[in-house]
Structures are given as structure tokens and as C-alpha cells.
């Protein structure tokens, strides 16, 4: 992916723009802007770095869309998120994503023409295929209905054992709702039953507990499903994934993001659908950054990791291949968004020098999906990654001031050591405590997150930069379900339904500093901007004029 040969990577001289000023590229992980109100926790915590951004200043912040059709995603009813979001920061493009590929793969057919399928249907006759993945509809991992259609499709077409591995959701969708998506699941698997298809759900576990870890912060998690998946082994049995999940839901404090794992068991105790010789195995999540790892632990022969104790021979294909660099995995059933020439490619063959840090749980948002979902440096002379270790194995409302901090001191030494042409961050706590459903907690979050902005715009004060604030998608400024109105809704017992996922709400984009030129100010004829102008923008800042292809810039520079 990448660098194609006969590229021109030769950008323009902007005509009124200069180079050499740094950059201050700072990415808030979920936050949105929305109605003020006791659910908004941006607005109820303290945010003076933010506020000083926007108010009264109308030609240099604004809003800009984040979620739907402006990030590649199939409809407007899609809410944003990290990896459709940053992709887009980076790539200046918009590109069809993966849930968009699968929905057209599968409506033409053609996902069972291509090699991956090929591959792991040479099983389907001796073999069982396991099919693994987040059960919901969502659509920021994966999506319920393509779980469905391949289940039909595969049975159609010589499928005669099927097991299902089931990651419960609750981050992306309402806590609580595994219970109805297990019910569909399994009235579907019934369906080919009554078929003659031998088919079940075998095991299952939440996804922040059971294989959904991403950029390797915590290994155990990825364990605990090989375990269960693979093994046949976790600390919970059942007759059935309903009443595993009802079961397990109904202990104090559990949720569905974090059930612990389960397998499902015959009359004589044996779990039913353990992953052995011959077997196929399909990772239905379209989505890279939690797949990852699990697809190291399925492919790698040598692997390290933790001890997969039996490793069987196995035909595995990911619903994509999740990491272009690594051609992992090696099968895959449609083929990923090219994204090729991002703003980060054109920079470094331009001689910018690029900084970017966050980090472990969004390390890989600023670095790999940043570029175009590429790992590694285009020109390591020119480029450094900082990772800030996360803490592992907590749920973030119990630290909710993550790593903010540490991030913006590294930030502030990256454009203080003038080493740097662009000092690019993410900043997670608005988005990762936000997913907690933690009110109070999220609010600590964000008056974090705007510290840490505090001490990034200090910083590109100081050397005479220019900031560029923005955010990924929305998450910690609505906290709550609502209706068409806009009201809260209530459940059936009255209650609120706290919102955990992401939102459907544009973000801030503002930019100023000192190093920034008289004039410059918000075009106002783009109609409805998004993520995918941002990339433009920050080339132009730099002192060059974006490609053709990028969407175009936010800026105009107007005589003074
Ligand atoms: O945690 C994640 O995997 C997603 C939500 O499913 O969040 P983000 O897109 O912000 O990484
Ligand atoms: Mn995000
Ligand atoms: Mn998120």
C-alpha cells in the first residue's frame, strides 16, 4: 500500500502561505459539539483552553462533519469513529470503508468469487467453519446483518458444521442489548438447523475482556479467547449463549462489554465447537485495530505472546486484511480501502519533520490509521512515534485522567526542542472514558483533555507555531439516549439509557497561534465540510498547496 512509483510527490509552494512554522496538530478522541445540558460532560467540566478557541472567535473555529457518508461510511445514520475518522484526517480523501465493501461484496456476490472464500471453503466438507466476531449492529467493528447474510451464504454453499464465537458488544450499542442480538443470532442458526447444517454458538466473552485488545496493550485479553475459541476452555459453561448471556449479565456490576469468557457445552459437559486440524476460521469484524492481534495469534507460526498450548492446521480468512503492511492475515474475504498518498507520505517526501505521540489505546489512531492504516515511519530521519504506555486491565473511569498529561509534556518538548515541523497528539479521554458510561468520570475526562490542550497551545505560543484543533468524532458531549425530540428516552422501567457509543454530532475544528498569518480565516463557501478537509488545510499551513484530489483546504487567506 502506499508509495506507488511514478507518484509526483512534489507539492506546491502555497502562493501566500510560508513554511517552516510548527504545527500543533491536536486530535480530541471523542468530542463532539452538542446542546449544553447535564448529559454533555465537555460542557459541564471546566474547558478554558477550548472555550478560548471558539468564543467570539467565528473565522477561525467552526464545525466540521464527522460520521455518515463524509468518512466513507455506507449511511448517515453511521455514527463516526476512530478508525473511519483518522483515516480521513490523514488521507484528505474520502474512501468507501470496510463496512461499505462488505455491504457491496456481499449484494453482488462477489465475496464468494474472491480467493478468500475460495480458501477457507476447501473445509467446508471435512471441516467446521468458525465464524468470530462482535455480535451487534453497531457497524463501527462489524455488523449483525453481514454476520447473517454470511451464515446463509456460507450453508448455501456447502457449509456443513458452523460454529459461532461470539464477542458481546454494549461500547458501539446499548448495554444490554447482547441479550436481543444473541436472540437473532440464534433463531437464525436454528433456521439452518432445520436444514440439516450442524450449527451453533460455541463460545463467547465481552469484547473488551475477550480478544478485541488493540496495539498490543494487554495480551491477556487476546488469551482469554484463544482459550475459549480455540481450546474449548473458560471459567463459565453453558447449554446455550442465551442463557450464557443472561446468566452472566445478571452479576453484580457486569456489562456487556466486559462478560467474562464462556463456552458452550453438550449433555456430557464437552464444549461444542473447540477450533481443530481442518477446520476454517472467519474473523467477521471488518474493522483492523482489534483484530490484530488475534490474527497474529491465528497465523503466526512462531508466536510468542502467550501460550496457545495447541495450535491447529487451520484455513483462516479475515473478513479484510487488517494490516496492509504485514499482509495480515494473508486470506481475507474482501479486499480493504486502498488508501494511498496521505497528507503524511506527501509531508515526508517534502522534508516536514513529523512528531506523533499518544498513547498505547490510541497510539496507533495518530500513527497507523493517521496513515492510511500503514504501520511504521515513510522516512525515519524525518518522523518519530512516541507511545505512552496505558494503563492495562482497568476500565478507564477509574483513571480518568489517562495519560493526558504525559502526552502534552511530550508534545510541549517535541515543539520546544524545534526538531519539529508538525507535533501531532491524540488525546483519548473524552472518547475512552466516555465508552464507560461514567458521567462524573468522563467529566474529569475532559477537563483533562483540555489541560493537556492548554499546555500544547503554551507551547506552540512560545516558538511562534500555529495550533490546529480538531477531533475525531463525538462521544463524551451526550451521554444519554434520546428521542426524535431530542429528550432523553426512558426504557421500559423508566430509567435513562446511558449512552455509551460514539455519537451522530459534528466536532470543532479552530486554529490560530501566533505563527499563523494575518487573513487566514474560514472559507465560508465549502458547504458541508468534514474530516477529509482537514488534511488540505494543515499542507497549507505548512506553506503548500494540497493535491488536486484532497478535499479542499478550509482556509482562505484574504488581503488585510
Ligand atoms: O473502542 C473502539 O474500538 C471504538 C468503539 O468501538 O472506539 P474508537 O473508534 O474511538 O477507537
Ligand atoms: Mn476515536
Ligand atoms: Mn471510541
Known amino acids: ?14 502562493p501566500k502561505l510560508p513554511k517552516g512554522k510548527t504545527i500543533g496538530l491536536i486530535v ?25 478557541l471558539k468564543n467570539g472567535r467565528p473565522d477561525t473555529w467552526r464545525l466540521i462533519k464527522a460520521h455518515g457518508t463524509a468518512v466513507g461510511l455506507p449511511s448517515e445514520d453511521d455514527m463516526g469513529n476512530s478508525e ?32 478468500g ?40 454453499r456447502g457449509a456443513k458444521r458452523i460454529r459461532v464465537h461470539i464477542l458481546t458488544d454494549g461500547r458501539d450499542v446499548l448495554d444490554g442489548s447482547s441479550v436481543g442480538f444473541v436472540e437473532t443470532l440464534e433463531a437464525d442458526l436454528a433456521a439452518l438447523r432445520s436444514k440439516g447444517v450442524d450449527a451453533q454458538v460455541a463460545s463467547g466473552g465481552g469484547r473488551m475482556y475477550v480478544t478485541m485488545d488493540r496495539y498490543e496493550n494487554d495480551w491477556s485479553v487476546v488469551k482469554r479467547g484463544w482459550d475459549a475459541q480455540v481450546l474449548g476452555e473458560a471459567p463459565h459453561k453453558f447449554k446455550s449463549a ?101 497528507s503524511g507520505e506527501y509531508l515526508a517526501h ?18 497507523f490509521f493517521w496513515n492510511g492504516n500503514r504501520s511504521g515511519y515513510f522516512n525515519e530521519k524525518l518522523e518519530e512515534y512516541v507511545e505512552i504506555p496505558s494503563d492495562s486491565g482497568i476500565s478507564f473511569n477509574v483513571q480518568p485522567k489517562m495519560k493526558a498529561l504525559e502526552i502534552a509534556e511530550k508534545a510541549r518538548d517535541a515543539i520546544l526542542s524545534g526538531k519539529f515541523d508538525q507535533v501531532r497528539v491524540n488525546l483519548p479521554n473524552g472518547d475512552m472514558v466516555g465508552h464507560t458510561g461514567d458521567i462524573e468520570a468522563t467529566v474529569v475526562a475532559c477537563e483533562a483533555a483540555d489541560r493537556a490542550v492548554r499546555t500544547i497551545l503554551d507551547a506552540i505560543e512560545q516558538v511562534g507555531g500555529i495550533y490546529v484543533v480538531t477531533a475525531d468524532h463525538g462521544n463524551a458531549e451526550d451521554m444519554v439516549k434520546r428521542d426524535k425530540s431530542g429528550k ?68 482562505e487567506v484574504v488581503d488585510m
Open 1 to 14: 500500500m502506499g508509495s506507488s512509483g511514478d507518484v509526483n510527490w512534489k507539492l506546491a509552494d502555497h
Open 28 to 52: 480530541l478522541d471523542g468530542w463532539g459539539e452538542s446542546d449544553p445540558d447535564q448529559y454533555n460532560c465537555i460542557h459541564k467540566a471546566p474547558t478554558p483552553a477550548m472555550d478560548s
Open 84 to 115: 473511519v475518522g483518522h483515516n480521513a484526517l490523514g488521507a484528505g480523501r474520502i474512501y468507501a470503508q470496510g463496512a461499505k465493501l462488505v455491504d457491496l461484496a456481499l449484494a453482488s456476490g462477489k465475496i464468494y468469487e474472491d480467493e
Open 117 to 156: 472464500f475460495k480458501y477457507i471453503s476447501q473445509s467446508f466438507e471435512k471441516g467446521t467453519v468458525h465464524l468470530i466476531g462482535l455480535l451487534s449492529d453497531g457497524g463501527v467493528h462489524s455488523r449483525l446483518d453481514q454476520v447473517q447474510l454470511l451464515l446463509k451464504g456460507f450453508a448455501e
Open 242 to 342: 442465551l442463557e450464557a448471556v443472561k446468566t452472566l449479565r445478571a452479576e453484580p456490576g457486569a456489562n456487556d462489554q466486559y462478560l467474562p469468557p464462556f463456552v458452550i457445552v453438550d449433555d456430557s459437559g464437552k464444549a461444542v465447537g473447540p477450533i481443530v486440524d481442518g477446520d476454517a476460521v472467519v474473523t467477521f469484524n471488518f474493522r483492523a485495530d482489534r483484530m490484530v492481534m488475534h490474527a497474529k495469534a491465528l497465523e503466526y507460526e512462531d508466536f510468542d505472546k502467550f501460550d496457545r498450548v495447541r495450535v491447529p492446521k487451520i484455513r483462516y480468512a479475515g473478513m479484510l486484511q487488517y494490516d496492509g503492511e504485514l499482509k495480515l492475515p494473508s486470506h481475507y474475504l474482501v479486499s480493504p480501502p486502498l488508501i494511498d498518498r496521505t
Open 350 to 367: 517534502n522534508g516536514v519533520r513529523t512528531f506523533a505521540c499518544s498513547e498505547t489505546v490510541k497510539f496507533g489512531h495518530v500513527t
Open 488 to 555: 432523553p428516552a426512558l426504557d421500559k422501567e423508566g430509567n435513562l439509557q446511558i449512552l455509551t457509543s460514539h455519537t451522530l454530532k459534528p466536532v470543532p475544528i479552530a486554529i490560530g497561534g501566533p505563527g499563523l498569518s494575518a487573513g487566514v480565516r474560514f472559507r465560508q463557501d465549502i458547504e458541508t465540510p468534514g474530516l477529509a478537509n482537514v488534511a488540505a488545510t494543515v499542507m497549507n499551513l505548512h506553506g503548500f498547496v494540497a493535491p488536486n484530489d484532497y478535499e479542499p483546504s478550509l482556509i
